[in-house]
Nanobody, 128 residues
């Protein structure tokens, strides 16, 4: 099972930027469905961005499209989430997730995909 550790969260003002990192370890297979999710207090978990590391286009939720960018560095086994033009409604705990699945299932299931590995989360707070 993959171990995931997120970092890079913090407090910023609206309009600012942050880059989250998700360091993965404990695996050698290079084809994973990986995603970023977030959960604000009192709200359900929300999918933000996902990508299939074995070759696939990024996919974003409508709420972050055009502002967030998901990317990967296979040499460093790290997934990133670049967040620009942050808004107060982006405030949440952000989690990365991974699963050794098939590309078709990764995209067809989208946010309903059942990931078997999750990180501990990193807090993002955006003030107005």
């Amino acid at each position: 099972q993959v171990q995931l550790v997120e970092s890079g969260g913090g407090s910023v003002q609206a309009g600012g930027s942050l880059r989250l990192s998700c360091a993965a370890s404990g695996y050698t297979y290079r084809r994973y469905c990986m995603g970023w999710f977030r959960q604000a207090p009192g709200k359900e978990r929300e999918g933000v961005a996902l990508v299939y590391t074995g070759g696939g286009s990024p996919y974003y939720s409508d709420s972050v499209k055009g502002r967030f960018t998901i990317s990967q560095d296979n040499g460093k086994n790290t997934l990133y989430l670049q967040m620009n033009s942050l808004k107060p409604e982006d405030t949440a705990m952000y989690y990365c997730a991974a699963d050794q699945g098939f590309r078709y299932d990764c995209y067809s299931s989208s946010w309903r995909y059942e990931y078997n590995s999750w990180g501990q989360g990193t807090q993002v707070t955006v003030s107005s």
